[in-house]
Nanobody, 123 residues
Framework: QVQLVESGGGLVQAGGSLSLSCAAS???????MGWFRQAPGKEREFVAA????????VYKESLKGRFTISRDNAKNTVYLQMNSLKPEDTAVYYC?????????????????WGQGTQVTVSS
């Protein structure tokens, strides 16, 4: 139904920026989308989410101002712009889709998940 593929991860120095993309197959413009991350040995945590039309966004509070989520429904793509990166941002970043259109920080509420892309921030 929907497949998600993340891209844009890599190695970046602390203080740098990185932009992640998540391409969705099929028609997913009515889905809310989210970004999550999981650091080694840690639980998966919420990063940001965006409503189907991009009108509403929510962020992990500590990431507000540094990370920006956006989407381009014409391209079936959601983005995560990450600025002022810190070593603590190192994680595998996953995008997810919720067909119910909810904008939620809950991991279990999402129906589809990508395979993840590794982001490593060096000091």
């Amino acid at each position: 139904q929907v497949q998600l593929v993340e891209s844009g991860g890599g190695l970046v120095q602390a203080g740098g920026s990185l932009s992640l993309s998540c391409a969705a197959s099929g028609r997913s413009s009515s889905y809310s989308m989210g970004w999550f991350r999981q650091a080694p040995g840690k639980e998966r945590e919420f990063v940001a989410a965006i409503s189907w039309n991009g009108a509403r966004t929510v962020y992990k509070e500590s990431l507000k101002g540094r990370f920006t989520i956006s989407r381009d429904n014409a391209k079936n793509t959601v983005y995560l712009q990450m600025n002022s990166l810190k070593p603590e941002d190192t994680a595998v970043y996953y995008c997810a889709a919720d067909q119910a259109g909810r904008i939620s920080p809950r991991t279990y509420g999402y129906d589809y998940w990508g395979q993840g892309t590794q982001v490593t921030v060096s000091s």
